[in-house]
């Protein structure tokens, strides 16, 4: 179990709804503050074993509760030091292995809001995995779809990709373990529900099979369908739900 799992297991957490981060970061001896920051979006200032975290009001609520996060995992893995964090700093959703100060305190933040002994059970009863199952996750643990559906493709066997787009083409992607070394093209084709989405600016787009050829860049590989289903983030970006339907696509080309 994670550091930020074992925090929530002492304190006797074990629902969604009883992660309240002020509570939780009063028992390790912080206290947290939402007002206006002019130069970063949250804060630290620790002293030996007591510190006070401001978070920028600025921001939407999942954002707050991340940055919240985020600055508990500084305090967790940096205890007695002083942080202040850009936006930039908080919640990349790339680099994941690295060891980076901002890293860890994302990676503390993602176990704290959507702890995996939590989000695994309800995984199990969801069956096939879609986004508007992760929609309802996201909402259960106050959490972002986008940072929902990254714990899910982690933690999943089933055969799924999930990738953001903007309209100049692949941000990031996140392979579930089953998908192999399947890797989505760095363009967007216009045909892709992710483009059509953004085009259109509608929410959530139904699940659709598309050629596989929309989406990566292999020879032959349009005998092959994937299911997709697309959403637009408050940001503005396509976040897709890719599912391999065929497994005969990962042996040949995963
Ligand atoms: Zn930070």
């Known amino acids: 179990m994670r550091s ?10 074990s629902d969604p709804t009883d992660i309240q981060l002020e509570a939780i970061a009063h028992c390790v001896g912080v206290e947290v503050e939402y007002r206006p920051l002019a130069n970063c979006e949250a804060q630290i200032v620790g002293y030996k074993d007591r510190a006070v975290v401001y978070v920028s009001t600025d921001t939407r609520p999942h954002r707050k509760r991340f940055s919240t996060g985020h600055e508990l995992g500084h ?5 007695g030091q002083s942080f202040v964090c850009r936006s ?18 994302d990676a503390y933040s993602g176990d704290l809001i959507l ?34 559906a990254i714990r899910t493709v982690r933690m999943t066997k089933q055969p799924l990709i999930l990738v953001a787009h903007n309209l100049l083409g692949r941000m990031w992607q996140w392979p579930s373990i089953t998908a ?7 363009d967007i084709d216009a045909r892709s529900s992710s483009f059509v989405s953004m085009l259109s600016g509608s929410k959530a787009s139904r699940a659709r099979k598309e050629p596989a050829n929309y ?33 005969k696509m990962i042996d040949i080309y995963g």
């Not at 305090?75 to 205890?79: D, F, L, M």
């Not at 032959?220 to 897709?240: C, K, M, P, W, Y």
Request: net charge negative; charged share 30%.
């Open 88 to 105: 930039s700093d908080i919640g990349r959703p790339i680099d994941e292995k690295s060891k980076d100060a901002e890293r860890l305190a």
């Open 180 to 186: 192999g070394r399947m890797r989505v093209r760095d």
């Open 75 to 79: 305090w967790h893995h940096h205890r």
């Open 215 to 247: 989406w990566f860049d292999r020879r032959h590989i349009d005998q092959f369908d994937v299911r997709v289903q697309s959403f637009l983030t408050v940001e503005g970006e396509a976040l897709a739900l890719l599912r391999v339907l065929d497994p």
């Open 115 to 148: 702890p995996p002994f939590m989000v695994a059970p309800r995984l199990e009863r969801m069956g096939e995995i879609s986004l508007d199952g992760i929609a309802e996750l996201a909402s259960q643990f106050r959490a972002s779809v986008t940072a929902t």
């Open 4 to 13: 930020a799992e074992e925090l929530l297991t002492e304190l006797g957490i």
